[in-house]
């Protein structure tokens, strides 16, 4: 792409590499792509450690809202690229530059959350997505690249991924046959759930007013939790996902992840939540979650929506305090207990012990009225259905 640019604008090219975390195994890997962007000939290269910013603005909020998209998918992908924009726009702006280029193609959810995120904090700036214009496939994106003497580093590479703190996901190849099941070499971080310890093991997971702040008892840093819970579970192979997604631009698409650390924290977090808030306070709650979570899947990461339901989001989660204990078994992540000096239960009032302190003979009255109306709805149908029949 970068070559492709400087031959068809004759441009100058800035690159830049957002570090979200995505270098598990290979930190220097950073490193050898600022050397190839030098290789090509480019004005300056940008590496930016956005880890911290990422958890605390991005990764944080996706917990409180227990971000699940279609109930399965927790937003890692799709949480980063507003970030991405955002700073790609701030070097953009220093250095003087008025087009910014990426790699999106135009089928999926990507190219929008970064150009509505660009757009919207600078209007004025141009945008280029170049594996729209150049029209190139696969096979000829490696001849273009051989032609010009750009090393690739896996040319049978199968499978398109993506990665950071909080999760990977890979598409492409095999993967785009929603009959077959996904190969086991499309994984690279979770365990086969079979291969797994035969052992469970029990975490407890500390929460201050929604926010992950330690880990079985030990108070931790956002980045230190998500690899230390990370490394967890992929050894027990927890955070498989594999399901059919709704693009936002009305696309199906067969999607798979791997968000060991993702998937354990929204698991506790939306316990605790439950624990502590009134089964009014919980059904709304279902309501905005899912609202602010298409708003952010879709790229709408800069709606003015999004701030006002984070409004009611943190408001909520000023009392979700406490710990969660997680079983963790064998591709399975499952809440077994949870404690909070605001948990709503109450022994005496739940148990079915004759100490129990709940004057039972209230439901005499409570019953005939909780029920009231829709016995009458039944009647007047039963009704209305007598005389469709005499017709």
């Not at 090393?151 to 190849?173: M, W």
């Not at 148990?351 to 829709?374: A, C, D, M, V």
Request: aromatic share 10%; glycine share 6%.
């Amino acid at each position: 792409m970068i070559r492709w640019i400087q031959e068809t604008y004759d441009a100058k090219v800035y690159t830049f590499t957002a570090d979200l975390g995505q270098e598990f195994a290979d930190p220097t890997r950073f490193k050898e792509i600022e050397e190839k962007a030098y290789n090509l000939g480019v004005v300056k290269h940008f590496t930016v450690d956005l880890k911290d910013v990422f958890v605390k603005d991005y990764i944080f909020p996706t917990i409180k809202a227990n971000g699940l998209y279609q109930g399965v998918y927790p937003l890692s992908t799709a949480i980063g690229r507003p970030l991405i924009a955002i700073e790609a726009v701030k070097l953009a702006k220093k250095e003087g530059i008025t087009v910014l280029a990426h790699g999106c193609t135009g089928k999926g959810n990507d190219q929008i959350r970064i150009n509505v995120t660009v757009k919207a904090h600078a209007p004025e700036m141009e945008i280029l997505q170049p594996i729209i214009e150049w029209n190139m496939g696969r096979d000829e994106e490696l001849r273009y690249a051989e032609q010009q003497g750009i090393p690739i580093k896996n040319q049978n590479k199968k499978y398109s991924t993506d990665e950071n703190l909080f999760g990977r996901s890979a598409e492409c190849d095999v993967l785009e046959d929603p009959s077959m099941e996904p190969p086991e070499d499309s994984k690279e971080w979770t365990t086969a759930p079979e291969k797994a310890p035969d052992t469970a093991e029990y975490i407890t997971i500390n929460f201050e007013e929604g926010v992950p702040v330690g880990l079985n008892g030990e108070k931790m840093n956002g980045v230190d939790l998500l690899r230390e819970l990370h490394e967890i579970g992929c050894k027990h192979g927890v955070g498989r996902i594999e399901h059919m997604e709704d693009r936002a631009i009305g696309l199906k698409s067969r999607e798979t992840y791997e968000v060991p650390a993702a998937l354990i924290l929204i698991k506790a977090h939306k316990d605790l939540e439950k624990y502590v808030c009134t089964k009014h306070e919980n059904s709304f709650k279902n309501i905005v979650d899912q609202r602010w979570t298409e708003l952010v899947y879709e790229g709408l990461w800069v709606d003015p929506l999004r701030e006002a339901l984070e409004a009611f989001i943190n408001e909520i989660n000023k009392k979700v305090t406490g710990s969660v204990k997680v079983k963790l078994f064998k591709g399975s992540a499952e809440v077994v207990a949870r404690e909070s000096p605001f948990g709503l239960y109450d022994l005496n009032l739940a148990t079915y012990e004759t100490k129990s302190t709940f004057n039972q003979r209230l439901s005499y009255g409570f019953i005939p009225l909780f029920g009231l109306q829709s016995e009458m709805g039944f009647l007047v149908k039963q009704k209305i259905k007598q005389e469709e029949k005499k017709k």
